[in-house]
């Protein structure tokens, strides 16, 4: 065998258990007692378990008149400190682009720079016959999910005639569609309100955006989705006022899914109060809720309303980018960063502080998005056959997050001195360590396409 993980303690989403671990030709070949290898690592006293899956990314994306600072060199090194193995962003379609031109463009930042392995999600902006008519060829090409936006009027936006046919294509093509679910009319309209009243503040964007426009949509999109006999995931789920959509509908047993985010599970409101334009940090969509609102999701959590915690890393520069909304809040670029800290911060507030129990954590940042996405079980799980893609985790190991230790491209972290207990200390990817103990040992461009099966309920 290449490589023997010894003595750790391995952990999935259904199992805890002490064995080695054999890697043979990037994939898990064993798993046992006493196996030999050309390389050892010794995990006593750490934890091993699947890496992590974000399926919710935004590298090198222009938005809102500049692009997220990360790219997918400095992106994915981000995300394997942070113990992501792999992760699905979004290609968005330029309005008159074709999808297969859309998912080239986003393969092209992909290439040579990636050093996880990736998949693309394709961003639906323009719902023309032809577009419609793509979405087979692309599930056969390994892009089984598609994303939808009922935000962001006049660039990302699309209406519901255009969303309504997407879920029917996608039902036939046993696509996922991912809704990110705020009502883009209404929010236009209380921007405008707002600014004309001397409003500009960061604040305001929180003010822009109330929960009822998140709950409206996500009700909206689920009415749609049931009509079209489609499954559904609604993207950074916020709020009780959404939640309690997605409750209602799983009561009746549709295939409704949704995700949350660190950001939304672990900061409120208050943020946007931040002095010198300090909330202009948080200026994301959806915005951050008030404390109920959190609680509520980690109840969705525990409850199984909600699957799946991916982190909406679309990264700006505090001075440079998001400055750009001095004096008009609707000018932030809205985005943060969080590729790097997802593990280690669910690990500490999820498991630590007693929401739910280390199996649960490997199912919502590994698991569940690998089953959900069409990558289990290569990848999501520890098991004979399964891609070598594992995080050995210390346990005992405490860091005071701050930026300027990331390695995210950007300036800030939302998650600026939160104390977290446990963290990666080696990442391996198709069975090579590419984090060793703080240091990058990877290559750029190592990382590989993931072609994606079809969607199958969880
Ligand atoms: N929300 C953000 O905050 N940024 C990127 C896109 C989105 O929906
Ligand atoms: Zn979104
Ligand atoms: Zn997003």
Known sequence: ?????????????TDVYNADIGIENGKITEIGKELRGDETIDAKGMIVFPGGIDIHTHLDMPFMGTSSSDDFKTGTIAAAFGGTTSFVDFSIQSKGDSLSKTVETWKKKAEGKAVIDYGFHVAVT????????????????????????????GSLMIDDGGFFKVLQKAKESGSLVMVHAENGDVVDILVKKLLDEGKTDPIYHWESRPDKVEGEASGRAIALAEMAGAPLYIVHMTCKEALDKVRMARDKGLPIYAETCPQYLLLDKERYKEPDFGGAKYVMSPPLRMENDRKELWSGLVNGDLQVISTDHCPFFFKGQKDAGKGNFAKIPNGAPGIETRISLIYTEGVLKGHFGINKFVELVSTN????????????????????????????????????????NVDYTPFEGFKVKGYPVKTIIDGKIIIDDGNFTGTPGQGKFIKRKTFKVL
């Open 1 to 13: 065998m290449d490589l023997v993980i010894k003595n750790g303690k391995i952990v999935t989403a």
């Open 126 to 153: 323009d719902a023309t016959d032809s577009v419609i008519e793509e979405i087979p060829k692309m599930a056969k090409e390994g892009i089984t999910s598609l994303k939808l936006f009922l935000a962001y009027k």
């Open 369 to 408: 998005p690998a089953k959900l996405f069409g990558m289990f079980p290569e990848k999501g799980t520890i098991a004979v056959g399964s891609d070598a893609d594992i995080v050995i985790f210390d346990p005992k190991k405490e860091i005071v997050l701050k930026a300027e230790n990331l390695h995210q």
